[in-house]
């Protein structure tokens, strides 16, 4: 009976001894009497069997969901890389860009014979500016018209010293002071900057697409406060929107349209203007 008794406390142990939770006394008592009963010895040997099993089980488990884990993290870490590469690829891209609309922008600025014109927009306003640039002869005339009607024309001369500056409101013509002339001569413009690092830096904060504007195919550039329209060809500039912040006064976004032709300005075409 003492026996069977002992029985049930051993097997009662067994998970504690399993795990050396017991302590020495304990453990010793343990194993004296599995020395004399194969029962608990056996059931002893089943557990620590099944224990095991569990453990493989557990093992495999984990080690599954270290592969699925890992997998996952390879997965994750091969999209960022194809992520940062594509987007290098695309700045750099940008970049390329620029620095040649940069190049051939400056290139078409060099020229001291060309004829510009510009048409203005910004609310009820309209601005025509027709420029004719020879060396530095020029004559620019300025046109601005609003919906009431009112037109008012500034006239800019220069041919070698003689130089002119007349505004004409409701044509009543006024004869100024020329050396108050500042816009006069008209320059080619583009908004693309020089250098591959200004160009880098706007080419990380702008987006770049292909369009066409005035009949002239372009790269439109964007920020959040414009968009600009440059010619592929020449690198100047066909069209600038420079955008109100609010939506409410979105009617003021100005608006300017270019167009350029070079080599095709004759003395003929700056000729004094008439101030009687």
């Known amino acids: 009976m003492k026996e069977k008794r002992n029985c049930k406390i051993v097997q009662d142990l067994l998970p504690n001894y399993i795990e050396n939770l017991t302590n020495e006394e304990t453990k010793n008592f343990i194993e004296e009497h599995l020395k004399e009963c194969n029962e608990c010895k056996n059931i002893l040997e089943n557990m620590q069997k099944e224990i095991k099993v569990d453990n493989i089980k557990k093992d495999n488990r984990e080690v599954k969901y ?149 009949g002239k195919e372009c790269y439109v550039i964007k920020g959040n406060s414009y968009e600009r329209y440059i010619d592929k060809q020449t690198g100047l500039a066909v069209r600038n929107i420079e955008k109100s912040n609010k939506e409410i006064t979105r009617k003021t976004d100005m608006v300017i349209d270019y167009e350029y032709k070079f080599n095709v300005v004759k003395d003929s075409d700056i000729v004094k203007p008439n101030i009687e």
């Open 66 to 214: 270290i592969k699925k884990y890992n997998k996952k993290l390879k997965i994750l870490k091969l999209s960022l890389l194809i992520i940062i590469l594509i987007y290098a690829i695309l700045i750099a891209k940008r970049t390329i860009i620029m620095v040649s609309l940069s190049k051939k922008a400056a290139e078409n600025q060099m020229y001291d014979n060309y004829y510009v014109k510009l048409y203005s927009y910004q609310g009820d306003m309209l601005t025509i500016t027709e420029s004719y640039n020879k060396g530095e002869d020029y004559l620019t005339t300025l046109i601005k018209m609003t919906s009431d009607s009112n037109i008012q024309k500034l006239i800019y001369y220069k041919k070698g010293e003689d130089m002119l500056f007349i505004s004409e409101v409701d044509g009543q013509k006024h004869i100024l002071n020329p050396e108050n002339i500042t816009d006069g001569c008209i320059l080619p413009v583009t908004y693309v900057s020089e250098g591959i690092m200004t160009n880098l830096q706007y080419a990380l904060i702008t987006g770049i697409n292909s369009s066409y504007c005035n």
